[in-house]
């Protein structure tokens, strides 16, 4: 009797257990709503007046907060806290490993008399100092240089997580090594948006507008995931190591019938995103929309726009809740780009737009963009960030996951365009032209032709979901960021990019305005010139046709279709540029940054190259070995019986494929074991990582084609694997 392997128990007992889950709490989510968070609420109730007023100045003006100040809001934040029933606190930051980082520390001191009090001061709150060696650094800092520091950012919430049974509350903060260089994503990120604030308000400024104090980048990331059984994710070292099968045979159903995609969701599904959703609620994170993707086992979760750092944070938030919230469920979250190939990867679109103090959206067109001047201004400087530095936009997404993604015709190719739709394009042509063309913007509306359905009014633009950077009405939506990426490197590189192209346009305008010009009457001086240079960059047609991508190198567009590929580029000029000129990163930080990210790609691939070499034949060739020995003794089982097959036999035939398939597998595994142990002593980042890609990468998919060959033919009772079929059809 056949022995049974721990993937065939795992389907058995699946069959035969009832659905069951845990149930969200029953509490409207007007009443949840943030209230896990200290919010503007809480502070009113529990801070002096003064206290208040000063430090909503910081959260809505960046007025730097006093020490005295900080006692107070201190020693507020621990009471509420502690009344909530926590008993830690801890300094949350996101280091450069692309995930986030805490340590916890107890309110209690102790004091002279052998007692204990809970102790959260100022100091604490400003402060705090974690290992700094111990994180990427970029040569920053040693592996004997361990000091860095935390400090609170007051300008995102201050929240509680619940763990274990206690809730510990988090202090959102950047993090500094001891010279007082950037370790974090968050640094960079809130230097560009005091960039691209300084630079909206020029171009307000410019437009007579006095009442605006700032202006900030609002984001809305649209996170794409996906949903297996645990068990059969335990399985998969492959899945759980590096995020994405390693090996596996298509399934005989993928995505092709699209019927999974806005289906139906089923009820344990379901009641895991209604859990997610009640948990990010409490943390003031406005989840909204909720449906299943393209392909099968995967979803979507978008929230509402928020101020880029605040979307940052709860981003990181989202994807730790639904990682966490996954495993009571008895299921697992899978955040890479491609977990699975042969079916759509997973992507974080960026919905990117400009707001102001007064709450208008500067990205916003209004009923006659050819006379809403400023608006134009924003655009060209959109235009020109994504054209001039597009190479920065690139590195904002580069990764090992992402580049299995980018280019497939499910993603944005790595050619960098933007999409404006046919109207806006004749609206820049016009206003390049010097008319007035009202024309130009057409509005209208669909009649369904059904009696009791009212005309249905219909957008300026189609949507072009093909496009990398597309306008979608009053906003622009960057397609390229990875799910499993922070959307602050991108944000970071979006915002440098368009303050560096406002400073450029601006300048213009300023100079324009000098000889006496009304401002309108410069903005059509100073525009078509910056239209006219930046048109190239505008392509509304498909970007996954092949022949964009001659039409792109026409253009003179960047095709940087890989990791190394764009960070090879980013001590280019331009793309110091972007980060130096407002002070965005110091020379020394975008060097180390580099460093960073290189070896990030390594690391990634490094992993999954040990995987294959590994489960290829700590997994694989036994069984296969096995079923080749099984099949030779068929052969000369069927020979002694007499049987007169030839050559032509079946059991001949699957002797001989499953014998090249075996020889195959070991002479590559063979060739990755030479190949990757040469690749790790090569000292120089760059070339390592070059050679990974080029030589590693392609071994890895040789490998694979044996093993899912292999897959196809073997007993499917003795496969160690779960297949595609069990992790995507559960």
């Not at 924003?378 to 990764?399: C, D, E, M, N, Q």
Request: net charge negative; charged share 25%.
């Amino acid at each position: 009797m056949t022995k049974s392997i721990p993937r065939v128990s795992v389907k058995a007992h699946i069959a035969q257990t009832p659905n069951g889950f845990p149930i969200s709490e029953n509490i409207p989510p007007t009443e949840l709503f943030g209230r896990d968070i200290f919010s503007l609420k809480i502070m009113r109730e529990r801070l002096p007046k003064s206290v208040y007023d000063r430090l909503l100045a910081t959260i809505e003006n960046d007025f730097p907060i006093t020490s005295a100040d900080a006692d107070v809001i201190a020693s507020a934040m621990k009471d509420w806290a502690i009344e909530r029933g926590a008993t830690h606190f801890t300094h949350w930051f996101q280091p450069l490993t692309g995930l986030t980082a805490e340590k916890h520390d107890a309110f209690l001191t102790p004091t002279h008399h052998g007692e204990i009090i809970n102790e959260f001061s100022g100091k604490m709150l400003v402060k705090g100092e974690p290992d700094a060696s111990s994180f990427p650094s970029g040569g920053i800092r040693s592996t004997f240089e361990a000091r860095g520091y935390t400090a609170w950012d007051p300008t995102s919430p201050v929240f509680l997580l619940k763990s274990g049974g206690d809730f510990t509350l988090y202090v959102p903060s950047i993090f500094l090594s001891h010279t007082g260089e950037a370790l974090d994503v968050k640094t960079p990120l809130l230097r560009s948006q005091e960039a691209v604030s300084r630079q909206s308000l020029r171009v307000l400024k410019f437009f007579g507008d006095t009442k605006a104090t700032r202006v900030r980048a609002m984001v809305g990331p649209e996170q794409e995931y996906f949903l297996v059984d645990r068990r059969f994710y335990s399985l998969r070292p492959d899945l759980i190591q590096a995020g994405r099968t390693l090996f596996g045979a298509s399934a005989a159903k993928g995505q092709e019938l699209e019927d999974h995609y806005f289906g139906a969701i089923t009820p344990r599904n379901l009641a895991f995103m209604s859990e997610v959703e009640h948990r990010l609620w409490a943390l003031g994170i406005p989840a909204r929309t909720r449906h299943n993707e393209v392909a099968p086992a995967q979803f979507e979760l978008a929230p509402l726009y928020e101020h880029v750092n605040i979307a940052v944070d709860h981003n990181m938030l989202v994807l730790k809740i639904m990682r966490d919230t996954a495993a009571e469920f008895g299921l697992a979250c899978l955040l890479h780009e491609k977990p699975f190939a042969g079916v759509n990867g997973s992507g974080k679109h960026n919905n990117w737009s400009l707001c102001d103090s007064e709450g208008r959206n500067l990205t916003d067109p209004g009923p006659t963009p050819w006379n809403n001047s400023q608006f134009m201004v924003f655009l060209a400087a959109v235009l020109r960030a994504v054209h001039i530095y597009s190479v920065p936009l690139r590195i904002g997404v580069t990764g090992a996951g992402n580049d299995h993604r980018l280019g497939a015709n499910e993603a944005p190719p790595a050619i960098l365009s933007v999409f404006l739709g046919e109207q806006l394009t004749d609206v820049i042509k016009a206003y390049s032209e010097g008319k007035d063309d009202t024309e130009t913007w057409r509005t209208g509306s669909m009649a369904p032709g059904i009696t009791a359905l009212a005309p249905l009014a219909r957008d300026v633009t189609d949507r072009n979901r093909t496009s990398p950077f597309a306008f979608t009405g009053n906003k622009f939506e960057f397609r390229a960021v990875g799910s499993s990426q922070s959307i602050a490197p991108a944000n970071i590189a979006l915002n440098a990019a368009v303050a560096c192209a406002l400073d450029d346009i601006c300048s213009e305008l300023e100079k324009a305005a000098a000889s006496g010009i009304d401002p309108k009457t410069a903005a059509h001086q100073v525009l078509p010139k910056f239209f006219a240079q930046h048109l190239p960059v505008i392509f509304n047609g498909n970007n996954y046709d092949p022949e964009w991508e001659v039409e792109a190198e026409k253009r003179k567009l960047w095709n940087l279709k890989d990791s190394v590929s764009a960070l090879s580029h980013y001590t280019d000029d331009t793309v110091k540029d972007v980060f130096l000129r407002h002070g965005i990163l110091s020379d020394r930080e975008l060097v180390a940054r580099q460093e960073v990210l290189l070896e990030n790609y390594i690391k990634v691939c490094m992993v999954e190259t040990k995987l294959v070499r590994t489960m290829g034949r700590s997994s694989i060739l036994p069984v296969a070995l096995d079923s080749l020995g099984k099949a030779a003794n068929l052969v000369n089982s069927v020979k002694a019986a007499g049987a007169v097959s030839g050559t032509d036999g079946p059991e001949k035939k699957l002797y001989e494929k499953l014998s090249v398939l075996c020889s195959t597998l070991y002479q590559d595994l063979d060739t990755l074991d030479e190949k990757s142990e040469k690749v790790e002593e090569i000292e120089n980042v760059l070339e390592k990582a070059t050679k990974v890609r080029d030589i590693l990468l392609p071994l890895l998919v040789k490998v694979r084609e044996s093993v899912d060959a292999l897959e196809l033919i073997i007993d499917d009772n003795r496969w160690p694997l779960p297949k595609y079929t069990e992790l995507l059809w559960q």
